[in-house]
């Protein structure tokens, strides 16, 4: 019986077989358990079991167990981040380990023996895992999908979050706080940054008169980026802003788009 982690092979003895889901289901969770315990011995901090990266794992190792091959992609199927966005998880960072074996036993000990993987499970920037088992035959197909998840906010959060911490910037350094509005327009128009470039004009046609314009994307609204920060240094008496949820492959999966304009 064979036991393959990507390209490396390493023969082995099976242990059990798997009869059912939920014997599938337990061999998930005994998976789980380990790649925590090795994070435990290796002194990183234990990762929370997600079942949105499970449902992208499940069908991943489907697929890898009715082809009876171990691929991160297959012909026709999305990437790993186009697979995991697809559940709804909020996440800016993903790693896949893949592998064959009889028993998840062998699996887990195959992962850790083969450095890349080794690496993704004891990775501290990921604080998330799912797992998907699937079975053919003798072999266990198995697929951990790591991400870095992003606490789950509503456009309107991360505008209050934006208004607040800009005010409290701008108390910082001896300004006045600014009056602020929630523009729907302004909503509108950040959700069009996943399709297409945001330019200053687009802006200052819904609010016209603006001193400075400002569109950018973030996965924390406690994060602000630097023209934000420059901008809470300036004269201002007021600001429109509107945030929009518009998640893709090259902004994150966790991924505001914001369009600000600041008034003096």
Known sequence: MKTIVCSLVVVLSSSFLLASAGDLRQAEQHIFQLANQARKDAGVEPLQWNEEAAEAARVHAKLMADKQALSHQFSGELALRERMGETGLRFDSAAENVADAASADEAHEALMNSPPHRQNLLN????????????????????????HSIPTHSAGEVEDGIISDFNKLRASHGLPQVAATRSEGLRKLACEGKQRQIHARDVLGISPGAARVMAFTLTDPAKLPESVLQAS??????????????PSASTSYAAFWVTMTMFR
């Open 233 to 246: 240094r300036e004269p201002a008496s007021r600001m429109n802003i509107g945030a929009c949820f518009a």
């Open 124 to 147: 501290p920037k990921y604080n998330s895992l799912g797992i998907g088992v699937a079975k053919n035959g003798d072999q266990i197909y198995v697929v951990q999908d790591f991400a």
